[in-house]
């Protein structure tokens, strides 16, 4: 299925592409009921097919639809068309914290502003039971007049039950997360994710820690030459100190 502009999908008016990834495409739209406009991530029909992209799609529209909070994405609705899954989210102005981040690392004052914002966020996800276990520069949005939010709860842990740990063996690490990787990203994961250990709230604290380090230092607290290094890393080193220069 190609989407085009004028397309509709229910009730939205496809206005204009703004990206795509492994976990959809994403357009600008315009929710023609209420007059406002809206984001819409579609699962492409093809990739519907693909039982773990699907459950991902799903967990994600889930997992963010229970919440409801100033730093988390907002879910709006869910619906198919043509046989591709969507999710309508609020749209937002602005760029990636992984776009914003200089060399160098941020002014303190703005990565403390930033942290607390993604802290507020976590805090209402764990509150009701969700781990979003994938926290990382590239899942933060920061908006054009600073507000943080939270993005893709796609391999979140919600408070369900699970018949079975996930192990190092059956959700395999990749530098970035792709389709089939369940287990988060490189450099941002905690201990417990990479021996297979159950999880909750403190996996996203670490991956948080992980987050601000970057954004003092302007590197990875964790980045070796290979992602074997890098795990290797996370479970037996701690990170170089920070320096501390003036960066007000």
Known sequence: ?????????????????????????????RDTRLGRDVAIKVLPAEYAADADRLRRFEQEARAAGQLNHPNILTVFDVG??????????????????????????????????????????????????????????????VAKDSHVKILDFGIAKLAAPRSTHESAETAP???????????????????????????????????????LYEMLAGQRAFK????????TAIL???PAPLSAPERE
Request: with cysteine; aromatic share 4%; proline share 6%.
């Open 224 to 231: 070796e030459p290979t992602a074997a290094d890098t795990v």
């Open 80 to 141: 198919t068309h043509e046989g591709a899954p969507y999710i309508v989210t609020e749209l937002l102005e602005g760029e990636t914290l992984r776009e914003r981040l200089l060399p160098g690392g941020l002014p303190v004052r703005k990565a403390v502003e930033i942290s607390v914002q993604i802290a507020h966020g976590l805090a209402a996800a764990h509150k009701k039971g969700i781990t979003h276990r994938d926290l990382k520069p590239a899942n933060v949005f």
């Open 173 to 211: 690490i990749a530098e970035e997360t792709e389709a089939g990787t369940v287990f988060g990203t490189v450099g941002y994961v905690s201990p417990e994710q990479l021996r297979g250990q159950p999880v909750d709230h403190r996996t996203d604290i670490f991956s948080l820690g992980c987050v």
């Open 1 to 29: 299925m190609k989407i085009e502009i004028g397309d509709r999908l229910g009730p939205y008016e496809i206005v204009a592409p703004i990206g795509a990834g492994g976990m959809g495409e994403v357009y600008k739209a």
């Open 236 to 238: 037996s080193k701690d």
